[in-house]
Protein backbone atom coordinates (compact mmCIF):
# COMPACT_ATOMS: atom_id res chain seq x y z
CA UNK A 1 0.00 0.00 0.00
CA UNK A 2 1.13 3.45 -0.71
CA UNK A 3 0.42 6.38 1.66
CA UNK A 4 0.01 9.33 -0.22
CA UNK A 5 -0.17 12.91 1.53
CA UNK A 6 -1.49 16.27 -0.73
CA UNK A 7 0.04 19.77 0.06
CA UNK A 8 -0.02 23.05 -1.40
CA UNK A 9 -4.01 23.99 -0.65
CA UNK A 10 -4.92 27.64 0.38
CA UNK A 11 -6.85 30.68 -0.06
CA UNK A 12 -6.67 32.64 -3.40
CA UNK A 13 -8.29 35.14 -5.38
CA UNK A 14 -9.73 34.40 -8.57
CA UNK A 15 -7.18 34.63 -11.31
CA UNK A 16 -4.15 33.39 -9.14
CA UNK A 17 -2.31 30.11 -8.91
CA UNK A 18 -1.79 27.60 -6.36
CA UNK A 19 0.74 24.66 -6.88
CA UNK A 20 -0.43 21.29 -5.23
CA UNK A 21 1.87 18.69 -4.30
CA UNK A 22 0.74 14.67 -4.14
CA UNK A 23 3.72 12.78 -1.97
CA UNK A 24 4.35 9.01 -1.72
CA UNK A 25 5.79 6.71 0.76
CA UNK A 26 5.71 3.22 1.34
CA UNK A 27 6.49 2.27 -2.14
CA UNK A 28 7.25 3.42 -5.41
CA UNK A 29 4.93 5.54 -7.50
CA UNK A 30 6.88 5.51 -10.79
CA UNK A 31 4.99 1.81 -11.98
CA UNK A 32 1.42 3.75 -11.84
CA UNK A 33 -0.82 6.17 -12.96
CA UNK A 34 -2.15 8.74 -10.87
CA UNK A 35 -5.16 10.86 -10.89
CA UNK A 36 -6.50 14.12 -9.46
CA UNK A 37 -9.94 14.63 -7.80
CA UNK A 38 -11.74 16.99 -6.37
CA UNK A 39 -15.03 17.62 -4.32
CA UNK A 40 -16.86 20.31 -3.35
CA UNK A 41 -19.03 20.53 -0.40
CA UNK A 42 -22.61 18.95 -1.26
CA UNK A 43 -20.86 17.12 -4.31
CA UNK A 44 -20.08 14.19 -5.56
CA UNK A 45 -15.89 13.69 -6.42
CA UNK A 46 -14.69 14.66 -9.45
CA UNK A 47 -12.21 13.58 -11.65
CA UNK A 48 -9.47 16.68 -12.40
CA UNK A 49 -7.13 14.80 -14.28
CA UNK A 50 -4.64 11.84 -14.67
CA UNK A 51 -1.01 11.34 -15.36
CA UNK A 52 0.77 8.09 -16.66
CA UNK A 53 3.51 6.11 -15.01
CA UNK A 54 6.22 7.98 -17.07
CA UNK A 55 4.26 11.69 -17.36
CA UNK A 56 4.14 10.86 -21.35
CA UNK A 57 0.67 10.91 -21.29
CA UNK A 58 -1.66 12.89 -19.66
CA UNK A 59 -5.68 12.90 -19.63
CA UNK A 60 -7.54 16.62 -18.40
CA UNK A 61 -11.27 16.76 -17.46
CA UNK A 62 -12.75 19.33 -19.38
CA UNK A 63 -13.62 21.90 -16.85
CA UNK A 64 -9.40 22.51 -15.96
CA UNK A 65 -8.18 21.82 -20.05
CA UNK A 66 -5.83 24.87 -20.45
CA UNK A 67 -5.48 25.60 -17.19
CA UNK A 68 -4.37 23.15 -14.91
CA UNK A 69 -1.40 20.86 -15.64
CA UNK A 70 0.23 17.69 -14.30
CA UNK A 71 3.82 16.72 -14.06
CA UNK A 72 5.24 14.14 -11.80
CA UNK A 73 8.59 13.26 -10.62
CA UNK A 74 9.39 9.72 -9.33
CA UNK A 75 12.75 9.96 -8.65
CA UNK A 76 11.30 12.13 -6.13
CA UNK A 77 8.07 10.10 -5.56
CA UNK A 78 5.66 13.24 -6.14
CA UNK A 79 3.27 13.83 -8.55
CA UNK A 80 2.27 17.79 -9.17
CA UNK A 81 -0.84 19.98 -9.97
CA UNK A 82 -0.49 23.19 -11.41
CA UNK A 83 -3.76 25.25 -11.28
CA UNK A 84 -3.47 28.56 -13.20
CA UNK A 85 -6.43 30.92 -13.55
CA UNK A 86 -8.58 29.64 -10.86
CA UNK A 87 -11.99 30.36 -10.06
CA UNK A 88 -14.58 30.21 -7.88
CA UNK A 89 -15.77 27.02 -9.01
CA UNK A 90 -12.39 25.24 -8.16
CA UNK A 91 -12.79 25.26 -4.78
CA UNK A 92 -12.62 22.10 -3.31
CA UNK A 93 -10.84 19.39 -1.71
CA UNK A 94 -7.93 18.06 -3.54
CA UNK A 95 -7.19 14.58 -3.50
CA UNK A 96 -4.39 12.83 -5.89
CA UNK A 97 -5.12 8.82 -5.97
CA UNK A 98 -2.85 6.16 -7.59
CA UNK A 99 -4.13 3.56 -9.96
CA UNK A 100 -2.93 -0.11 -10.22
CA UNK A 101 -2.01 -0.12 -13.54
CA UNK A 102 0.40 2.16 -15.62
CA UNK A 103 -1.09 3.44 -17.96
CA UNK A 104 -5.31 4.73 -18.05
CA UNK A 105 -7.92 3.96 -20.69
CA UNK A 106 -10.60 6.24 -20.96
CA UNK A 107 -13.42 4.28 -20.07
CA UNK A 108 -11.84 3.86 -16.41
CA UNK A 109 -9.82 6.92 -15.75
CA UNK A 110 -12.72 9.04 -14.77
CA UNK A 111 -14.03 6.71 -11.70
CA UNK A 112 -12.63 7.08 -8.48
CA UNK A 113 -13.68 3.37 -7.41
CA UNK A 114 -10.48 2.23 -9.98
CA UNK A 115 -8.09 3.69 -7.92
CA UNK A 116 -6.05 2.15 -5.43
CA UNK A 117 -4.74 4.57 -2.79
CA UNK A 118 -6.08 8.31 -1.77
CA UNK A 119 -4.31 11.05 0.10
CA UNK A 120 -6.10 12.63 2.89
CA UNK A 121 -7.09 15.81 0.65
CA UNK A 122 -5.98 19.43 0.81
CA UNK A 123 -8.01 22.33 0.42
CA UNK A 124 -8.31 24.71 -2.45
CA UNK A 125 -10.68 28.02 -1.78
CA UNK A 126 -11.01 30.68 -4.93
CA UNK A 127 -12.36 34.24 -3.74
CA UNK A 128 -14.32 35.93 -6.39
Known amino acids: QVQLVESGGGLVQAGGSLRLSCAAS????????MAWFRQAPGKEREFVLA????????YYGESVKGRFTVSRANAEGTVYLQMNSLKPEDTAVYYC?????????????????????WGQGTQVTVSS
Open 97 to 117: ARSERPGFEASRVLRADTYRD
Open 51 to 58: INWSGGST
Open 26 to 33: GRSLSSYA
